[in-house]
């Protein structure tokens, strides 16, 4: 059973930075999409950056671009997400998701694309 966990989450004042990171286990896909999702209460979850395995394309929503960085690296499985500048509204629940078998990318930001998904690890961004 794939499993995935993300970790780094935290507090932070805005205009700061985190890095969050994902441990795969038993994810042995080799062209395959994998991304990072964020959810507030009451909204739906949204794409935020996505990175195909095999090609190493990336994707990123248009609210992110410039600030956070997706990266894989495929040695030790992990995925991570570093976020700079944060601002407010980037306050969410983020998620570490990954895809079955995709050939090549880039990678859509839609949810359904996604078939495992982490717990999830909480942002919280204050002004």
């Known amino acids: 059973q794939v499993q995935l966990v993300e970790s780094g989450g935290g507090s932070v004042q805005a205009g700061g930075s985190l890095t969050l990171s994902c441990a795969a286990s038993?994810?042995?896909?080799?062209?395959?999409?994998m991304g990072w999702f964020r959810q507030d209460p009451g909204k739906e979850r949204e794409g935020v950056a996505t990175?195909?395995?095999?090609?190493?394309?990336?994707n990123y929503a248009d609210s992110v671009k410039g600030r956070f960085t997706i990266f894989r690296d495929n040695t030790k499985n992990t995925l991570s997400l570093q976020m700079t500048d944060l601002r407010p509204e980037d306050t969410a629940m983020y998620f570490c998701?990954?895809?079955?078998?995709?050939?090549?990318?880039?990678?859509?930001?839609?949810?359904?694309?996604?078939?495992?998904w982490g717990q999830g690890t909480q942002v919280t961004v204050s002004s």
């Open positions: 990175v195909h395995i095999g090609d190493a394309s990336t």
């Open positions: 038993l994810y042995t896909y080799t062209r395959a999409c």
């Open positions: 998701a990954a895809s079955r078998a995709r050939s090549s990318g880039p990678c859509g930001l839609g949810k359904f694309n996604y078939n495992y």
